[in-house]
């Protein structure tokens, strides 16, 4: 028997007074039973994904499958300049900014949510009102005056109980929506750490592009110097002194393209710190090199990704919150009860208040049932559960998208390396055969084609090797984007940072909602609440059996 039960059974027989003592001692039970009621909707359940066991490159020695340390991964480049512009970054870029108050207004929906849990209509209210009755109506005015005041003051309030679980659901949704928030935050704090590295690397790679033009373009000088003496000398055509100066002219001219590049990569690097557009001298330390790669890299399996990407994450909180609001649809199908009631004193002068008999009270049960609806409401149901089974299947996309990131970017470093190797071999060849074609030419050995080409062909080389070089960086950043990696650098860490804090402190009463503390009591609260219970367990809002 129940606890209700019990307390009812046993108060039957009993004197008024002591009956009256154990309804009331059972009404908190009651009230628990009337609120936990059912759950109306699906339960969520993780919708099916499909990963491999293994990496397609995981046989390749550089690839290593041990688990992926990726907490501030950009750190296996060993370059403080890159370190400095991450924590820049962190702290400054506004697009993270945006990304943390909407985690804070997650919070507060989460807030409201939980707040329909208790009676939704509660105020204070208060009236004066004057009336003055007409004496030609059938009645008049029964022989009582013509005119009257009226002084009301009391408490309204109305709750609708969560039989069917309708206010729950939707406190469900709202948990999952802000777990949502949290993961989306995560994933443009992965996206902005890689956007950084990558933009700081093609800063590097141009800086050694420019530097490789310039350094052809001094080889160049020599060799149009060579060919005008030889012609002054009588020893050659004036065809050798125009395609030395035509080679030298269009290596020149690639200098103002590279150097338009890097003017234009800095100014995405200055967004991107949360700063206009400006010299970056003091950060970047002037022309650089490109750090190197590492030799190996960590990946883990495909299954880490479900845990550590949080655009994965994101994804499935989505559909869990949209799972929940399938059963807030489905509660409206069902009557609703509510309790509703008024106490207040009215009487004609507010100073009799206070002299007895101004008591009034008025309460009592009711309920509503949209029983014509004309199909609204069943296909509100469907929609909701349409929606709920788009938002899996892009989950599960997500996951798809997630592995194939991954293995473009092993490929990518895996085979740009390989690249690297073979170009270096390449680089090292042009560079003999220019200076055998010089050699050969200064001796009139050979005419000025075999310099030309062989200089072209330096060009092409030195170039080719250092944005190869620069590509297999940024597949590295790829491939640790991929990964899920640097969203960590948050943790222990504010959502907002603390000047826009004070900021919306000024405006508005926050009542220590925007703490990094309260923060992560919201977060833990609402991944407590999402987690499978049994029917019967009351969720954390509530007191436990």
Not at 57 to 63: L, N, Q, V, W
């Amino acid at each position: 028997m129940s606890e209700v039960a019990e307390g009812v059974v046993s108060a039957r027989g009993r004197p008024p007074q002591a009956r009256t003592r154990a309804l009331l001692a059972a009404l908190p039970a009651l009230a628990g039973l009337l609120l936990s009621g059912c759950l109306v909707g699906p339960g969520y359940v993780q919708p099916p994904v499909a990963t491999e066991a293994a990496w397609l490159e995981s046989g390749d020695p550089a690839i290593r499958t041990e688990p992926v340390e990726t907490a501030r991964w950009w750190e296996v480049f060993a370059d403080p300049t890159l370190v400095r512009l991450v924590n820049t970054a962190y702290a400054e870029n506004l697009t993270l900014r945006s990304a943390g108050l909407r985690v804070v207004e997650a919070q507060a929906r989460r807030g409201i949510a939980i707040g329909t849990l208790f009676p939704q209509q509660q105020a204070l209210v208060g009236s004066y009102t004057y009336t003055l009755q007409s004496e030609n109506t059938a009645f008049g005015t029964f022989g009582g005056p013509r005119g009257f005041s009226t002084f009301l003051a009391g408490f309204d309030a109305a709750w609708e109980l969560d039989l069917w679980g309708k206010f729950r659901r939707a406190v469900e949704a709202a948990d999952s929506d802000l777990l949502a928030a949290v993961a989306s935050y995560d994933d443009v704090l992965v996206s902005l750490v890689s956007e950084v590295a990558a933009t700081y690397l093609t800063i590097r790679t141009l800086d050694e592009r420019l530097a490789v033009a310039r350094g052809n373009v001094r080889v160049q000088e020599d060799s149009l110097g060579i060919a005008r003496v030889r012609y002054e000398a009588g020893g050659t055509s004036e065809l050798d002194v125009q395609q030395a100066a035509t080679l030298l002219h269009d290596t020149e001219a690639t200098i103002p393209e590279l150097e338009a590049l890097r003017r234009q990569a800095i100014d995405s690097l200055c967004v991107l710190l949360g700063m206009p557009p400006q010299e970056l001298a003091e950060l970047l330390g002037g022309p650089g090199t490109l750090p190197e790669v590492p030799v190996s890299v960590a990946v883990g399996i495909p299954a880490d990704l479900l845990r550590r990407r949080p655009d994965v994450r994101s994804a499935e909180f989505a559909a869990a919150a949209q799972s929940a609001r399938i059963g807030v649809s489905v509660a409206e199908l069902l009557p609703a009860f509510q309790l509703s009631g008024t106490v207040g004193l009215t009487a004609e002068k507010a100073a009799l208040w206070f002299e007895g008999n101004a008591l009034e009270a008025v309460a009592g049960p009711s309920f509503n049932w949209p029983v014509l609806n004309y199909g609204r409401l069943i296909n509100d149901v469907r929609l909701q559960d349409a929606t709920f089974q788009e938002l899996a299947t892009a989950y599960s996309n997500v996951v798809l998208v997630a592995q194939q990131e991954v293995e473009d970017a092993l490929v990518g470093y895996l085979r740009g390396t390989e690249r690297v190797q073979r170009l270096a071999e390449a680089v090292e060849a042009a560079n003999r055969a220019v200076d055998l074609s010089i050699i050969q030419y200064r001796g009139g050995a050979t005419d000025y084609t075999a310099v030309l080409n062989s200089q072209q062909a330096k060009l092409r080389e030195d170039d080719e090797l250092v944005n190869t070089r620069g590509v297999v960086a940024l597949s590295v950043v790829a491939l640790y984007k991929a990964l899920g990696g640097g969203w960590e650098l948050r943790e222990g860490q504010d959502f907002v940072p603390a000047k826009t804090r004070e900021e919306m402190e000024a405006r508005t009463r926050w009542g220590g909602l925007l703490s990094s503390k309260a923060q992560a009591q919201d977060i833990e609260k609402a991944q407590s609440d999402t987690q499978k219970r049994a029917w019967w367990q009351w969720r954390w809002w509530w007191p436990k059996w």
